[in-house]
């Protein structure tokens, strides 16, 4: 437990940073701050500054929360157990890229460098996220809560690992292109982040169906030649 007080102290960063930072953010005239930026790092979303102060950090300490309860209801502890490390990783890095993610998008409400674009610093995070997981999934071990999970990767440990492994590849393909987004042109940024990811849920769902139907196909040719064999040996 000791290890994990790194994460948590993360996030009672996060509430006190929201609330020191309370009298000196900057809102409209409907006292809302600044929410969403578009692809070209402007403004395009508001906020009520209750919510857009502590909104990230309640949503952080929620996932956290869940993250931590994983292990205990899972069906195949010891499988998760197996990447404990890995797993741990993940919620710091998680914890990093929330925190990350909402120090950027509170700097332009306190007047903090007014050409400062929070997507420069938001996009690499969810990067290092991307490419945190591709990392992970190649220690993944089957279970219900933590990998790649479609009904076939949970009928077979070995689709488990292959479908794993080239998640893993592909999540690390998502994270560069995602770096390289920061320097494309503005209209393209989104798709660039975006397609990519969407291209590989799509190849990771229908690669453990390829895989399962190949391995539903060898199985089926060997009971097919045991039961030839097992014919042969009656008529002897």
């Keep these: 437990m000791s290890r ?19 009298p000196f953010v900057y809102t409209n005239a409907q006292g809302e701050i600044v929410s969403h ?25 929620f996932f956290y929360f ?30 990093f890229m929330m925190a990350a993610i909402y120090i950027a998008a509170l700097i332009p409400s306190l007047g903090i ?11 690499p995070a969810v990067a290092l996220m991307f490419f945190y997981v591709g990392h992970m999934l190649s220690f993944t071990r089957r279970n219900y809560f933590i990998g790649i999970r479609t009904p076939w990767t949970l009928a077979d440990e070995r689709i488990w690992e292959k479908t794993n492994h080239f998640g893993s590849k592909l999540f ?13 042109p503005i209209d393209m940024r989104l798709w660039i982040v975006l ?23 060898a199985q089926e040719k060997g009971f097919g030649k045991k039961n030839k064999k097992a014919g042969r040996k009656s008529r002897k």
């Design 37 to 61: 930026w578009g692809a070209d790092g402007r403004a395009d979303g508001w906020m009520e500054k209750p919510l857009g102060l502590y909104l990230v950090p309640s949503l952080t300490a």
């Design 113 to 123: 460098w007014g050409n400062f674009d929070p997507l420069y610093v938001i996009v």
């Design 4 to 22: 994990e007080l790194l994460p948590i102290s993360i996030i009672v960063l996060m509430f006190a940073i929201g609330f020191f930072a309370d």
């Design 195 to 217: 397609l990519p990811i969407i291209f590989a849920i799509v190849c990771i769902y229908f690669y453990s169906l390829y895989l399962y139907k190949k391995t539903k196909r």
């Design 66 to 95: 869940i993250f931590l309860i994983i292990p205990k209801i899972e069906i195949c502890p010891a499988n998760v157990e197996h990447f404990a490390d890995q797993f741990w990783g993940f919620k710091v890095i998680f914890v």
């Design 172 to 184: 690390w393909i998502c994270g560069a292109l995602a770096l390289i987004s920061l320097v494309s």
